[in-house]
Each structure stands twice: as structure tokens, then as C-alpha cells.
């Protein structure tokens, strides 16, 4: 099978391609012939080495996390799922692997993609839903009625947590360029403020504030918060509370507890999948590329093709 792999830390230019063997599937695991994955900021991090000390690597390594495809073989302890289905799920970010071909994960972790998803669509889901699921709820507690500012809405896990909030019964107000307003609104935002024109240290009285920017952008959202105001942050692994004000990392560790939510939502007409580009497995490059430009307006594919 071919695969996109890095021998290095780096930057997207060192992704190489190369074929590897299949590995076959233990008694509890399940060979997916991978159609689709999803390219996550994550990845990147951990492409340049800076997640060693959370999630180390053995080079070389096969990136990705989030992935979709057909099974083909399970083990002989697999009894939910058979050659043929149509599957989604999220590697460990150690483990990764998603940018390839073929994939062997623990069958559990697999969730099955309801007719009407396509192959993109589920790729996108793990670890958008999953990580706007935990920021929201989890980690800052968000209730119906309360104010919550979702910064860079417009992005993969900011028009999940647009969506989500919406559904919770939260006044949203996201921040986006001006070309993504109206998708915004119709994911349910009631506000939405252009960050390349307005200013949103102007709000005030805010409940949760959803940070996936971090620097100038978390450090100014101290000041919109109301008296309960809390900051759950996607990238500053080392905040802290401040003035009264909590402040919490959310640490996203697995999507499989997510997925069947996802896909009941999904079904139900609730939610949507935004998909903003798709590249062969060939433009692994300039995929990661276009994550870190970040300016994508939803998720970022990668088709793995065969």
C-alpha cells in the first residue's frame, strides 16, 4: 500500500511517499482499506516534533488521525463488523497512520457510516465533533441560555462547536472573516463578528469563551468575560485561572466514545459537515499546508485513492 511518512521532524516538505506491507489485524483489531482522512492542526504539531512529550512518535511515522474506508478483514474476535462495511474512526495520535492506504485499528474504535454519509463527510467527523463535544460540554460546562464566543467559527472545530452550542440552547456569538458570515449564521450562530474588522473585546457579560488561537486572541478574551466567565483552550496547554476566571486545556484523547452521537445527529438533519478542500494522497504536502495557513473554512481531506 502507499503511504505518506516522515523519517524527520519538519515541516510539510518532509512527508515522503513510499509503499509498506499491510499488517495483519490481531484478534481484536480490523484492516480498513482507508478512503478518506481529515487533516488536523494536530498533525502538524506532531510532524514538527512538538507533541513528543505528549504524544511521542517512532519515526518512521505514518501521520493522520482521522479516517474513513471499507473494511476488509477483522479478527477472529470481531463479531459487530465484517468485510465490506463502511467504517470511520480515529487512530491514537501516537499510533496515527490515517495518511495511507490501508489502516489495522482496534475494531471497537471503528464506528459504522450511516448510508447517506459520504467517505469526506465521516474522515471530518472524529476529531472536530469530538473536540468541540469535550470543550463545550466537559471542560466548559456550557448550559443552555449562557453566552458563549466560539473563536474561528468558520473552522473544523469551530462549526462543530457553533452547531453543538446552538443545539444546547446557548447564545452564540463566533468570530470568522467576512466571506464565512452567513455560513456561520446558518450553522446557528446569532452573532457573528469579523475579526479583520471588528473588535471583539466589545462583548461583555460572556459565559464560556472557546479558544483555538491562542496568543493575542486568548489573552485578549480574559476581558469579555461575565462573573462565571470561563476559558476552555485548544492550545495553551499551560493556562491558567485567572482574577476568578478558570481557565482549562482541553486535552483531546479519543473520538470513539463521540462517534455514534455524531452520527445520530447526522441523521437527524442537525448537523452538518463542512469540507473546505480535498487533495489526493499524492498533495499530502499541500494539505498540510493549507491547515496551517489557518484559514480553512471546515475540514481539510485528504482522498487516499487505490
Known sequence: MKAASISLFGGPEVIVFHNV????????????????????????????????????????????????????????????????????????????????????????????????????QAAALPTAFGTARQALFEVGQLKGGERVLIHAGAGGVGSMAVQLAHMAGAHVIATASARNIERVKSLGADEVIDYHSQDFTTLSDI???????????????????????????????????REGHAGQAVFFASAT????????QFRAGQLQVITDSIFTLDETRAALEKVATGHACGKVIIRTGH
Open 21 to 120: 506491507g499491510p499488517r495483519l489485524p490481531g484478534a481484536d483489531e480490523a484492516v480498513v482499506r482507508v478512503e478518506a482522512a481529515s487533516v488536523n492542526p494536530l498533525d502538524l504539531k506532531i510532524i514538527a516534533g512538538y507533541m513528543q512529550p505528549v504524544f511521542p512518535v517512532k519515526l518512521p511515522y505514518i501521520p493522520g488521525t482521522d479516517f474513513s474506508g471499507v473494511v476488509s478483514s477483522v479478527g477472529e474476535q470481531v463479531t459487530h463488523l465484517k468485510p465490506g462495511d463502511r467504517v470511520f474512526g480515529r487512530s491514537s495520535p501516537s499510533a496515527g497512520g490515517a495518511f495511507a492506504q490501508q489502516l489495522t485499528v482496534a475494531a471497537a474504535d471503528l464506528c459504522v457510516i450511516p448510508p447517506t454519509m459520504s467517505f469526506e
Open 207 to 241: 459565559d464560556l469563551v472557546l479558544d483555538s488561537l491562542g496568543g493575542s486572541t486568548l489573552e485578549n478574551s480574559w476581558s469579555v468575560l461575565g462573573m462565571s466567565g470561563r476559558i476552555a483552550t485548544l492550545v495553551e496547554f499551560d493556562i491558567e485561572s
Open 257 to 264: 466514545p463521540f462517534l455514534q452521537e455524531a452520527v445520530r
